[in-house]
């Protein structure tokens, strides 16, 4: 059966079988399967499968990455913007922000734990966007890269004042810079 003859019957040209001892044949097919497979594309023959497998799980892979590239499209906060928030936060200006200058700018004790790998009780800069970032994400369970009010009030905005404020688009959400921007109002 033919290319045309499976199109008449309303079968996908990815269908048709191939013969995997002839390269021919497996080459043709290879050359007739869409750019984008899917996982219910039929595999048929031993060269199409490895063609196929690799980009069912491209394709899985760029699924799982979803809620990161929610976040990665939200918008993200400048150098600037985190050098002042950190600067903020560190009001002695020893260049790292303890335990209780973190709780005073409204980073919470497990995030300041998570972003804190080398355990010396201090935030640099680094480990203090992790912290806020980390926080964000947890109070982030639809992964969506946004935090609504009742997930940004579990995030330590709870006051409407700052959070208007701080969501400059009022789209009822605040992304990741947004974010910052209302601890940093929060704190001051």
Same mark, same amino acid.
């Given at each position: *059966? /033919?290319? /045309? #003859?499976?199109?008449?019957?309303?079968?996908?040209? #990815?269908?048709?079988?191939? /013969?995997p001892d002839d390269p021919a044949a497996s080459d043709a097919? *290879?050359?007739? *399967?869409?750019?984008t497979i899917v996982a219910s594309t039929p595999l048929w023959c031993v060269r199409c499968t490895k063609v196929s497998a690799m980009k069912t799980l491209l394709s899985a892979l760029a699924i799982s990455m979803m809620p990161f590239?929610?976040? &990665?499209?939200?918008?993200?906060?400048?150098? &600037?913007?985190?050098?002042?928030a950190f600067k903020q936060a560190d009001p002695d200006n020893d260049g790292t922000v303890s335990r209780a200058e973190a709780r005073k700018f409204g980073i919470s004790r497990a995030a300041f734990e998570q972003a804190n790998p080398d355990k010396d009780g201090t935030l640099d800069i680094k480990e203090f966007m992790a912290a806020i970032t980390w926080q964000f994400n947890k109070a982030n369970p639809d992964n969506d890269g946004t935090l /609504?009010?009742?997930e940004a009030a579990k995030a330590g905005i709870k006051n409407k004042k700052t959070f208007d404020q701080a969501n400059p688009d009022n789209d009822g959400t605040l992304d990741l810079a947004e974010y910052l921007r209302a601890l940093t109002l929060k704190a001051k």
């Open positions: *059966m /033919d290319i /045309d #003859s499976f199109r008449a019957l309303g079968r996908h040209p #990815s269908a048709l079988p191939c /013969d097919h *290879m050359r007739r *399967m869409p750019d590239a929610a976040l &990665a499209a939200g918008a993200q906060p400048t150098e &600037a913007e985190i050098a002042a /609504d009010p009742k």
